[in-house]
């Protein structure tokens, strides 16, 4: 009896592996079938704000007065520099 088990066992995994070897076949064709880009445009994916991927680039936040922000940089910088304890 566990002869027959066996061989019964053997042609299940034989077609199974049929089968997988024909479904990757198939899926090779399909990805041949496929036309072929090798653009930069096409391969380029950008990442909105929520973190979702785009096919259009992000809108251009405009510039906020920029001149203040770098001198408040430079004080706290020089006062910084002037509170330490050089010896």
Request: glycine share 2%; proline share 5%; net charge positive.
């Amino acid at each position: 009896m566990s002869k027959n088990q066996n061989s019964f066992i053997k042609k299940q995994k034989a077609e199974l592996k049929k089968r997988k070897q024909k479904e990757k076949f198939e899926k090779k064709l399909e990805r041949k079938a496929q036309p072929k880009s090798g653009d930069l445009d096409d391969m380029i994916v950008y990442i909105d704000r929520f973190g979702n991927f785009t096919d259009t680039p992000p809108e251009e936040e405009p510039v906020k007065n920029t001149k203040n922000q770098n001198q408040s940089n430079k004080n706290t910088r020089t006062t910084n520099f002037k509170s330490r304890n050089h010896e």
